[in-house]
């Protein structure tokens, strides 16, 4: 039976780091450990780093994204097309598309994808939104950049299928995007490529 050879708080920060995508006990210790032994360069900065972003970092009601203001910088960009809407599961998948310059449109964020098997069906996703935001005037594309997976897909049917009365084109990634594969782990140089070769959905 193992034992707890540090102080609680040291245990509460390494649960709380284990928690972390990709970080599992073992790496949650480590880390934890050498933040502690880095209380000036990183522990602190980091605790007030997070307090920071817990108070100032909001959801965009317009997009989904995050940002420090809402609508977010995106939205409110003028130099962005908004004539065509960018569909994207995540923040991460948006800001892979972001760091590839491959589109200038406006995004809008799902927060997941359809999948009965977990329970997640349309109610517990931003489609409703998007179907209102597809409505207006001056969007004429609704491009749907969601990963190539079986939820991706299912997803990507559903909101095509509620988008048919409405006066919009819907297209969706080509060329570059595996099947299986999620934007958030391609290169600049896929993701640029699928942007540019996206066809009819």
Request: glycine content about 6%.
């Amino acid at each position: 039976m193992s034992r707890n050879v540090s102080a609680p708080q040291i245990e509460r920060l390494i649960q709380l780091l284990a928690k972390l995508p990709g970080l599992g006990p073992r790496s949650a210790r480590r880390a934890a450990l050498h933040l502690v032994q880095n209380r000036e360069k990183l522990l602190e900065p980091l605790a007030t780093a997070i307090r920071d972003a817990a108070d100032n970092v909001v959801v965009c009601a317009q997009c989904g994204n995050i940002d420090s203001v809402d609508p977010c910088s995106i939205c409110t960009d003028p130099r962005r097309d908004v004539s065509v809407i960018c569909v994207v599961e995540s923040v991460a998948d948006l800001w892979a598309l972001e760091r590839a310059s491959a589109i200038s449109s406006r995004y809008h964020v799902l927060g997941g994808t359809l999948s009965p098997l977990d329970g997640i069906g349309p109610d517990d996703l931003n489609i409703s939104k998007l179907i209102e935001r597809a409505a207006a005037e001056d969007v004429t594309e609704i491009l749907l950049a969601v990963n190539a997976t079986v939820d991706g897909q299912t997803t990507a049917h559903y909101i095509t299928d509620h988008l048919e009365g409405a006066n919009v084109a819907v297209s969706r990634l080509a060329h570059g995007v595996p099947v299986g594969g999620e934007l958030d782990y391609l290169d600049e140089g896929t993701l640029a490529a699928a942007i540019k070769s996206r066809r009819p959905f």
